[in-house]
């Protein structure tokens, strides 16, 4: 079994940062990827930001610039600094993982969520 554990949303003004982490635990061989999804009120679940292994990293548009996506491969954790936050990047955001948890054994887990408001 695997977990993902999300920390560090919270209420934040506009323009100021915040950090989110992602801790992956349980019966992992490796992890191909990890990221961040996001879902605002009454809107599609979207992609902010992934990395892979080999960390190469993509992000969506609206945030390029603004956030930036980390990894601890030996802490399988991931982070999202989030910088010059705007009310729209109001949402849960989501962390996702892409990993092995046997041979053949290639599967995909989200966690919980975590809530980011940005409002004055």
């Known amino acids: 079994q695997v977990q993902l554990v999300e920390s560090g949303g919270g209420l934040v003004q506009p323009g100021g940062s915040l950090r989110l982490s992602c801790a992956a635990s349980g019966s992992i061989v490796s992890i191909y990827g990890m990221g961040w999804y996001r879902q605002a009120p009454g809107k599609q679940r979207e992609l902010v930001t992934f990395?892979?292994?080999?960390?190469?990293?993509n992000y969506a548009d609206s945030v390029k610039g603004r956030f930036t996506i980390s990894r601890d491969n030996a802490k399988n954790t991931v982070y999202l600094q989030m910088n010059s936050l705007k009310p729209e990047d109001t949402a849960v955001y989501y962390c996702?993982?892409?990993?092995?948890?046997?041979?053949?054994?290639?599967?995909?887990?989200w966690g919980k969520g975590t809530l980011v408001t940005v409002s004055s």
């Open positions: 990395i892979t292994s080999g960390g190469s990293t």
């Open positions: 996702n993982a892409d990993l092995s948890v046997g041979v053949l054994r290639r599967e995909n887990y």
